[in-house]
């Protein structure tokens, strides 16, 4: 037989704590020939991300390979010398992170990141690669093909940049690439063209992934077999059809079962409420390019509004409008029925502390130097006036708000946590600042399925026990069912449709809202194909990658 492209024996990687080594991964095997795609699944901590970068023999910082072998090729990487390893990496084994906006140096242009692997590697002119380069952006559907990449990662939305991401991974033709988490930050109908675009490239280069998801229904279409992991150990590994069909392990069978948290309907707003938030008729634009359209909704007390669509649809945009980061060209925003002032410079202290948000990415967005106590804390001093002791106190009072036990993570700094944990501290400290509406911007797309329903869960009973009314801006429509009262679908800076959740979910929808739920990956690993030739699409390569 073959040997297999990658091969893994007896895997064991330890994690450093206070002088203590931790085991992470404990004795995995793995086996992945060429032109195949391994799905690796499991909830936050399970060792996915892991052993994904031990495929490439490099380890975390604080980590270390305490037993077993890693052969890429027949060439074993555990103690492989720098040189060995830079010779691969980037060229025949590639890595597309999770978390563009904390993978990209955001001092350089896209495409000079693009083009440094492969003229540092020999395998294209710094001319060709960038030709190449929007050529790839051109197939992976990103705006503005020939422009896009002499952009700074800054002037690019999340999903435009870990679409970049992927095209910088792809720019060698590598035999094996390590994707983690890849369509996290993308809305559902670019991730129907990315996913096939991966697809596409691993048929057409015979090119071998490992990949990294908490997305059940993306996996399925995907992945050729499926590994599952819980807490460094393997649970099962089947064939893909097998392993949706007839799990073995119970274990297996709850992933399979998660989602399914749905808040019940709420009674219809009162005809004289006034809203908490009102957005009036926005015009917003960057620079001479208009990028809101008169947009106007309102956002009752206690209710939770979710402003879905792809990216640059403009649902940041309005976030943006709303907490006065973006003044409009015209239009309004009201608290209370009172108008703010557009510029956040020019409201109060009081006025800022009633609308707070919850961003995206945990990671880039908590200050990894202060601890979870000086991150909470700083609201608390700067909004309530609270110091020493009753800061404590309050910042105590959070974290047993958001279910996290203060002994233990007070003093522990955000490289300490998971992603869920470090989302709730995201959530915390929106909530140290006491305000009345809360925006949430993709709160649970970089969670695995079982953290993200808890990540639901917890803001649901915030809400109810405190009052709060929140803007929920997502491309999950999962998200919308199990926690949305109110719809908002956006398209190309404008409001193409809104309404009670039951309504929006009820066919007759607009063309655009049909276009959005029916993109919705399902758990059949015939979707994606069927999905496409209905569309129209016979070939996946020509349509969404093209021929590279």
Known sequence: MTQPLLKIRGLKIEGRSDETWTPIINGIDLDLNRGDVLGLIGESGAGKSTLGLAA?????????????????????LVNASAAVKRALLGKRIAYVAQSAAASFNPAHRLIDQHTEGPVQHGVMSRAESEADGIELYRKLRLPNADDIGFRYPHQVSGGQLQRAMTAMAMSCRPDLIIFDEPTTALDVTT?????????????QFDTAAVYITHDLAVVAQMADRIKVLLQGDEVEEADTRTMLSAPTEEYTKSLWAVRRFQRPAKP???????????VRGITAAYAATTVLHDIS????????????GES?????????????????????????????PADYRKRSKDQLRQIQMIYQ??????????????????????????????????????????ELEPKIYFDRLPSELSGGQKQRIGIARALAAEPQFIICDEVTSALDQLVAEGILKLLARLQDELGLTYMVITHDLATVRAIADEMVVMKDGRVVEQGGKEQMFAPPHHPYTDLLLSSVPEMDPDWLTCLLEERGVDNIGDAAVGKM
């Open 361 to 402: 990415m945990a990671d880039t967005a908590l200050n990894p130097r202060k601890t979870i106590g000086q991150i909470i804390g700083r609201p608390v001093e700067f909004y309530l006036g609270l110091k020493g002791a009753k800061r404590r106190a309050r910042v105590e009072d959070l974290l047993n708000l958001i």
């Open 312 to 340: 640059g649809s403009g649902k940041s945009t309005v976030a943006r409008c709303i907490t006065g980061l973006l003044p409009p060209k015209s239009g309004a925003i009201e608290f209370m029925g009172t108008a703010l």
């Open 268 to 278: 219809a707003i009162p005809a004289d409420a006034t809203p908490v938030v009102s």
């Open 297 to 308: 909704f309102d956002m009752y007390a206690g209710r939770t509004v979710a402003v879905v």
């Open 191 to 203: 991730q129907i063209e990315v996913l096939a675009a991966i697809r596409d490239i691993v048929q």
């Open 56 to 76: 490439m023999g490099f380890t975390r910082d604080g980590c270390r390979i305490s037993a077993g072998s890693v052969e890429f090729d027949g060439i074993e």
